[in-house]
């Protein structure tokens, strides 16, 4: 059974934390989301923005989802969620999502699921 590391943080999400977590030589896949902080929403300007959570639920849920794409695609997917918490400015990285698998379409399918 492949890992899952699943985080909900205040602090900046580490681009060099995700590729020391990636390293996995049984796996020839790696497929990163990175999802950042845009500048305009539905037409309107966007200084910045806020998200507000119950850090050990909004945890439980991100587990389960990976949990549950795990066992759809790859059941030795290797899976990382980390989405941050507080005040975030235009151009901040807000999620993170990687999955290594031993091909590139369950490594695909999982990334988009979760």
Same mark, same amino acid.
């Given at each position: 059974?492949?890992?899952?590391?699943?985080?909900?943080?205040?602090?900046?999400?580490?681009?060099?934390?995700?590729?020391?977590?990636?390293?996995?030589?049984?796996?020839?896949?790696?497929?990163?989301?990175?999802?950042?902080?845009?500048?305009?929403?539905?037409?309107?300007?966007?200084?910045?923005?806020? @998200?507000?959570?119950?850090?050990?639920?909004?945890?439980?849920?991100?587990?389960?989802?990976?949990?549950?794409?795990?066992?759809?695609?790859?059941?030795?997917?290797?899976?990382?969620?980390?989405?941050?918490?507080?005040?975030?400015?235009?151009?901040?990285?807000?999620?993170?999502?990687?999955?290594?698998?031993?091909? $590139?379409?369950?490594? @695909? $399918?999982?990334? $988009? @699921?979760?």
């Amino acid at each position: 059974m492949g890992k899952i590391n699943v985080k909900v943080t205040l602090n900046p999400i580490d681009l060099s934390e995700i590729a020391r977590w990636s390293a996995d030589s049984t796996h020839g896949a790696i497929n990163s989301f990175i999802g950042i902080v845009r500048s305009s929403n539905l037409g309107r300007n966007v200084v910045a923005m806020e @998200y507000d959570c119950f850090i050990p639920l909004c945890e439980k849920t991100f587990f389960d989802i990976a949990t549950e794409a795990q066992k759809k695609w790859s059941p030795n997917a290797n899976i990382l969620v980390l989405h941050r918490h507080g005040k975030l400015e235009v151009g901040d990285a807000s999620v993170a999502i990687v999955a290594t698998t031993g091909h $590139r379409d369950e490594s @695909y $399918r999982i990334t $988009r @699921y979760i």
